[in-house]
């Protein structure tokens, strides 16, 4: 009665002098023939019955209306060639009991139950539903100062705005669509369409308004030897760009292959508006220029794959062709240096700020092995080239990732992973980079309640043709190998010491060989604090970066339910970032404590507090001889005591009360003062010039109002605050009123209005 | 060879291998039949399938809820598991309706997180995958991944979340009909955990992701991936040019961090000083390069007065402008960014 289902592999064996078209022809169709084999009677519906463990959930077999069995395992998509328990493993031929219902191993008696394969009530061809939720509103707001960072990315100004939300569902088909729209700039509309799970649509269209900075350069002009002046030929003008999308992708089921998805996914990105380009001519005519570009970039992505899954194997293969274009016109300036020079070869009237227009072509190979149980393989390739349509410069990019998960013993997860990949510009000036980052992590669990996790990792990036120094005055740069090797550790516990109690700890660390470095030349430096003579010899500064070569990190966090209604989370995290080929030190501190308090059913308290501080100190050069020489000496000022400092708070408070069935209230603040500031001994005024001290507020409250069922009325108030107090720039403030009609097609059918 | 013949060729070719791929992978599914299934479902002894029809007895609303959900819509071609309905992820129900309702003798999904729903039951008598202790959340999540093991969850194995025993159910529902079955929308599911990530984004320069515009799983795959912090691209500059293809060139003059790791000036989270800077200008540019100072007479004691520093160690960016990148040479004939 239970016979082994035996596929037959066709041998493919085509002679050279046959038509290709026709061996392509014969060897797709023997593809899907064979595909279709075993893929195609699964979804055969009513008809078959699958034969299940009863213990382990798996089918094991699966009877066919005729009443063969495929002993094919549809979860592991393994042949079997006889039924094997999954509970005890042995292999048997399972005694079938009364009416052939139940069926039951002779060795540990585990039964193996049938199930037949049909479609549920709740997606029954009768099943029929139509909900409609639309919410048309009015907005209003007052605004004082600069609208630049306070309503960064918010619409501003009177104006209607209505939300809608449908859902229709018929079977195993389903229409849905939700939308927001409050102005041409912002709005966001999603449409999902899946009929019946063969094909599925979907479709994203959003817009974002963001408003941009217009740098008005009053800290420059600066008039002693009157030779560096500053136009800015747009000064009015407020800066903002619209980010729009449009994202629709489909998914392909094809019948007789339904472990198989073709995927296109497209995206069409436009960024529109204006935005401040400056220009500057060197030295003699020192000029900086501020004009504005017309910002009009389309990017189009489309996306070509397809997703096969054959039992523990899944893959994935697709092809993504990126075009970029600047529709916008570049500004121009008239670029005419004081006097004739050589140095300033770049004459006359010229464009600025071109962005140039490019390509981009990335195939990609995801696989997935599951080997067994907790043990998988993932590898991935990715091999793109991007190409610059103005220079016909490219860049090539080859990578690949593998990643081997396994549970070796009861609680222990151990993952290895190796990752490359090379950046090939053909430019000859610039980096090229190839990535080796490899590591291992394991977690394991000690007990029920404790977790431990430890890993390493090593990663080396290999620069060989860095930009190592000029060889004279006007002679080639010499380029040469820049490689940095990073050797990194983590050590980590998870912790439940009683129920509501978690607590997690983690400390990394990593110590980084040769990072990315400007580099100088080292072997004639000798930095002394003060303004001294330098002989005239090219680049008198030393290699310099932002980049640690030692990083110790240190996290804890907490989370307690120290009541039923009370919860806090206190979470810590430590930074230390040290250089001392540089004598440069970061340390970071971020303490975020968050505690929720819900003293009724619906009445609820949040609040968080973070207090974030960091403190960086480097030594700083100011004045240097590099690149333009003059005949008379050079000199460095040298601050090995420049400190950066920056202390940010953020506190947040909310409230949600629901004082009845009908009204619901709510009331959230958020406050963030926040400083930076720049400290040099030698300068101390250039504090002053850079120093940050910024203010924001948001408070947002309102409530909720249900008029009848299905009719929700909300009004709601917003305020913004930001407050530039330092450099005075772009404070302002914004009010914001809204009210909202929400009617719920669905709930006032069903209470019978 | 034309070039027609080539492509035939090629297309030939392709196909061969991948029906060679398919027939390895059929004889491998021969030999793999010891091996264990990728999960099981937590067991309830002695308990019996019953049906989903018995549920929906009591379980009316539960039920209504879950006939909205993408998981009542699979088709049979898309099971990995056999189809048993509710009690695919409870467990079998026969014990649960002889006890009357015995939560003790089900499985239960989120009983924490959803009170309203499922009633007030006391939790730590009922067995739900959300309470689970962490080191036990692998064979639930196993559960869940033998149906989702499309390319999205392929880097899960081994993920930072993975290491961290995350549970499916600490971000999904299965029984509520919400956007990808999220307990809650984003960002707001990601910042519960990642509180420090919330205030980040309260600073005076972030991405609009408090205010709706973004999500943090356009950057991020939660679901694991081969690069570092789970990053959707190969790395960090390749991720940034997704949005900001303007920057990608390849240019040029090039500034070496573009192309090496956007985060080596930018704080993508949030920062005080504008433009997502991890410090305000001069600091962050003098860091790696050295102040200025020209040899022209008229601008060599360039620290001498007030109005000199200001011009030059002020911001770098006013005259240096694109210094993400650019074709154009400066005035000098060389990449100063200044063009």
């Not at chain 1, 490689?483 to 983690?506: E, I, Q």
């Not at chain 2, 999540?141 to 995350?166: E, I």
């Not at chain 2, 997502?276 to 390069?289: I, R």
């Amino acid at each position: 009665m239970m016979e082994t289902h035996s596929s037959t592999v066709p041998q493919l064996r085509f002679g050279l002098s046959r038509p290709l078209s026709l061996k392509v022809a014969v060897t797709l169709a023997v593809g899907f023939l064979f595909l279709g084999s075993f893929s195609g009677r699964a979804s055969d519906g009513a008809t078959q019955q699958l034969v299940i463990c009863a213990k382990c959930n798996v089918a094991v077999s699966l009877r066919t209306g005729d009443g063969t069995i495929r002993t094919r395992c549809p979860n592991r998509w393994e042949k079997l060639d006889k039924l094997r328990c999954p509970s005890c493993g042995k292999s048997s031929r399972f005694k079938p009991e009364a009416e052939e219902e139940k069926w039951v191993c002779p060795y540990d008696g585990a039964s193996v139950i049938t199930n037949t394969v049909q479609e549920p009530p709740s997606v029954s061809r009768t099943d029929r539903s139509f909900e409609l939720e639309v919410a048309p509103g009015q907005r209003a707001t007052a605004t004082t100062g600069s609208k630049t960072k306070v309503a960064e990315y918010r619409v501003l100004g009177p104006g209607a705005e209505v939300t809608s939300s449908f859902n229709f569902r018929r079977g195993s088909t389903r229409i849905a669509g939700k939308s927001l729209r409050r102005s041409d700039e912002d709005q966001d509309h999603q449409l999902f369409i899946d009929l019946g799970r063969r094909v599925i649509l979907g479709l994203k269209q959003s817009s974002i308004l963001h408003r941009l900075d217009h740098d008005l350069l009053t800290n420059l002009g600066f008039t002693e030897g009157g030779r560096l002046t500053v136009a800015d030929a747009d000064p009015g003008r407020n800066y903002q760009i619209v980010r729009s999308e449009w994202k629709p992708d489909v998914r392909i089921t094809v019948p007789g292959l339904p472990h198989v998805q073709f995927i296109a996914r497209y995206r069409y990105l436009t960024r529109g508006g204006h935005e401040q380009a400056r220009t500057l001519t060197h030295c003699a005519s020192c000029h900086v220029q501020a004009g504005t570009r017309r910002v009009d970039q389309v990017t189009n992505d489309l996306e070509l794959g397809s997703e096969a899954k054959f039992g523990p194997l899944a893959l994935y293969y697709g092809h993504t062709v990126r075009k970029f274009n600047e529709r916008g016109q570049a500004p121009r300036f008239d670029y005419r240096p004081a006097f004739a020079s050589t140095f300033f070869p770049i004459t006359g009237d010229l464009p600025y700020g071109v962005i140039p227009d490019s390509t981009k072509r990335t195939d990609k190979l995801d696989l997935r092995w599951d080997v067994s149980h907790g043990t998988s393989v993932h590898a991935g390739f990715t091999s793109a080239r991007s190409e610059n349509q103005f220079t016909r410069g490219a860049a090539d990019l080859i990578s690949s990732n593998l990643r081997i998960t396994a549970r070796p013993l009861p609680g222990l997860k151990t993952t290895a992973r190796y990752q490359f990949y090379e950046i090939n510009p053909t430019h000859p000036d610039s980096i090229d980079r190839i990535v080796h980052s490899g590591g291992v992590e394991a977690a394991y669990a000690l007990t029920r309640n404790t977790s431990l996790e430890a890993g390493y990792e090593l990663e080396r990036i290999n620069r060989p043709n860095v930009l190592l120094r000029r060889l004279g005055l006007s002679g080639p740069y010499e380029r040469g190998p820049w490689n940095t090797s990073k050797h990194g550790g983590k050590l980590g516990f998870l912790l439940r010491p009683r129920a509501g109690l978690d607590v997690s700890a983690r400390y990394k660390f990593q110590l980084i060989d040769q990072p990315l470095t400007r580099l100088g030349k080292q072997d004639s430096f000798a930095p002394q604090v003060g303004r001294r003579p330098y002989p005239s010899v090219p680049g008198i500064y030393p290699d310099l970066t932002n980049q640690p070569t030692q990083v110790q990190e240190g996290f804890l966090s907490v989370n307690w339910r120290a009541t039923k209604t009370l919860t806090l989370s206190p979470v810590y995290r430590f930074s230390d970032d040290r250089n001392s080929s540089v004598d440069r030190h970061q340390r970071d501190h971020l303490l975020t404590v968050t505690a929720t308090y819900s003293p009724v059913e619906r009445l609820n308290f949040s609040t968080t507090y973070t207090y974030d501080r960091s403190r960086t100190a480097a030594v700083l050069y100011f004045g240097s001889t590099g690149g333009l020489r003059s005949l008379e000496e050079g000199w460095v000022d040298i601050d090995p005591g420049t400190l950066y400092r920056t202390r940010i708070q953020a506190w947040v408070a909310g409230i949600n009360w629901m004082p009845s069935r009908r009204t619901a209230l709510f009331a959230n603040y958020r406050f963030t003062p926040s400083s930076a500031s720049f400290d040099s001994s030698i300068a101390p005024d250039l504090g002053g010039f850079s120093a940050l001290k910024i203010t924001s507020q948001w408070a947002y409250t309102g409530f909720d109002y249900a008029i009848s069922p299905g009719v929700v009325l909300r009004a709601s108030y917003a305020f913004d605050d930001y407050a530039d107090r330092a450099l005075q720039l772009n404070s302002g403030s914004t009010n914001l009123f809204r009210i909202h009609l929400s009617w719920n097609f669905n709930e006032q059918r069903r209470s019978g209005g | 060879m034309k070039p027609s013949k080539r492509k035939f060729k090629l297309a030939s070719l392709s196909t061969i291998v991948v029906l060679a791929l398919c027939s390895v992978m059929t004889d491998a599914g021969e030999k793999q039949q010891d091996r264990a299934p990728t999960a099981k479902v937590p067991s309830i002894a002695g308990a019996e399938y019953v049906g989903q029809k018995m549920c929906a007895v009591c379980h009316v609303d539960q039920g209504r809820e879950f006939s909205k959900t993408a998981h009542a819509r699979i088709a049979t071609f898309e099971l990995q598991v056999a189809r048993r309905e509710c009690e695919s992820c409870h467990g079998p129900g026969s014990l649960h309706i002889q006890g009357r309702g015995d939560t003790r003798k089900i499985l239960k999904f989120g009983m924490a997180l959803d009170p309203e729903l499922f009633g007030r039951g006391d939790p730590s008598k009922i067995i739900h995958y959300s309470g689970l202790p962490p080191a036990e959340k692998a064979n639930t999540n196993a559960y869940c991944l033998s149906c989702h093991n499309s390319r999205s969850h392929f880097d899960w194995a081994g993920s930072r979340h993975d290491q961290a025993n995350v549970g499916c159910v600490d971000c999904h529902y299965p029984m509520r009909a919400t956007e990808k079955l999220l307990i809650k929308p984003e960002p707001d599911l990601c910042l519960d955990c990642h509180a420090q990530r919330r205030a980040q984004l309260s600073y005076p320069s972030h991405h609009p992701i408090l205010e709706g515009k973004i999500k943090c799983t356009d950057c991020h795959n939660q679901h694991g991936s081969g690069s570092r912090a789970m990053l959707r691209q190969e790395n960090v500059s390749q991720l940034c040019f997704q949005c900001h293809p303007e920057k990608e060139g390849p240019f040029t003059f090039e500034h070496p961090p573009v192309t090496e790791d956007c985060t080596i000036c930018h704080e993508p989270h949030g920062t005080i000083a504008n433009n997502l800077k991890k410090q305000e200008e001069p600091f962050l540019c003098m860091q790696c390069h050295p102040g200025h100072q020209s040899q022209l007479p008229a601008l060599k004691d360039v620290l001498d007065s007030r109005e000199k520093r200001q011009t030059f160690y002020t911001k770098c960016t006013q005259c240096h402008s694109t210094l993400h990148g650019t074709d154009l040479p400066s005035t000098t004939g060389l990449g100063r960014f200044t063009r």
